[in-house]
């Protein structure tokens, strides 16, 4: 690992806000649920990489080519699980008839529900991303079943994450890493909104973190190198 990153470390949104689990150098590992995207990013003052589960960088209209690629990688039915990231017009409150009505007047397309529900926390990582675009050199986007199917040696998970089956399979992954660890930081967190499978994904996003801090991460796209319109990229690390 890069001696420079004093932290890695894996975020997913969740009910309760952003779960976060978090590396240290040394065997110490750590879980907490922030309220905010700010919140979170104000509490770490040392070199860090954040891998978090939202989309960063948004199209004016149609889709981004590292959610084609990433479904592309991932193939039937694990596909599904990359939706096409919203356009930059339609991050802002409203009803989702509203949204999805304006999402098809820019872009010919309608606004998938899930989208649609992270419409908050996009918008949250978007502003701050804006406000201070150098923060992207330390803060990526990952996509948790591209995470997985990498490390599963490019093999993709065979069941859905929110079935038992399909968390016994991602929590297997895990305690080659972490033996033992998810287990504690699931009793550590109970209780603060989040489910399994959030925290499952934020131990995804976390050894992704570990392999950016590397220099060993995928992108995507591999080829290409996508940029919005306001200067952030748009690229999902695995």
Same mark, same amino acid.
């Given at each position: 690992m890069d001696r420079t990153i004093l932290h890695c470390i894996g975020v997913d949104g969740c009910r309760g806000g952003w779960l976060a689990v978090m590396e240290q150098e040394g065997p110490e590992i750590d879980a907490q649920v922030f309220p905010t995207w700010h919140a979170l990013v104000e509490r770490f003052t040392e070199p860090v990489i954040v891998s978090?589960?939202?989309?960063?960088?948004?199209?004016?209209?149609?889709?981004?080519?590292?959610?084609? &690629?990433?479904?592309?990688?991932?193939?039937?039915?694990?596909?599904?699980s990359v939706f096409p990231a919203p356009v930059r017009g339609c991050v802002r409150p409203g009803s989702y008839a509203e949204i999805n009505a304006a999402h098809y007047g820019i872009d010919g397309r309608g606004l998938t529900r899930q989208a649609?529900?992270?419409? $908050?926390?996009?918008?949250?990582? &978007?502003?701050?991303?804006?406000?201070?675009?150098?923060?992207?050199? =330390?803060?990526? $986007?990952?996509?948790? $079943?591209?995470?997985?199917?990498?490390w599963n040696g490019g093999r993709p998970m065979r069941h859905n994450k929110k079935?038992?089956?399909?968390?016994?399979?991602?929590?297997?992954?895990?305690?080659? *890493? =972490?033996?033992?660890?998810?287990?504690?930081?699931?009793?550590? *967190?109970?209780?603060?909104?989040c489910a399994p499978d &959030?925290?499952?994904?934020?131990?995804?996003?976390? =050894?992704?973190?570990?392999?950016?801090?590397?220099?060993?991460?995928?992108?995507?796209?591999?080829?290409?190198?996508?940029? &919005?319109?306001?200067?952030?990229?748009? $690229?999902?690390?695995?």
């Open positions: 978090v589960d939202i989309p960063i960088g948004l199209p004016e209209r149609g889709s981004r080519q590292c959610d084609l &690629d990433a479904r592309r990688f991932l193939g039937k039915p694990r596909n599904s649609y529900g992270l419409l $908050e926390k996009i918008a949250q990582v &978007d502003q701050d991303l804006r406000a201070d675009p150098s923060r992207q050199q =330390w803060i990526r $986007e990952i996509h948790p $079943e591209v995470s997985f199917t990498c079935k038992p089956c399909g968390r016994t399979e991602r929590e297997a992954l895990i305690e080659t *890493v =972490w033996p033992a660890q998810r287990a504690r930081l699931a009793m550590h *967190v109970r209780g603060h909104g &959030d925290l499952n994904d934020a131990f995804a996003a976390l =050894w992704t973190a570990r392999r950016i801090a590397a220099r060993s991460a995928r992108v995507f796209p591999e080829k290409t190198s996508e940029v &919005d319109a306001r200067g952030l990229r748009m $690229e999902i690390f695995a």
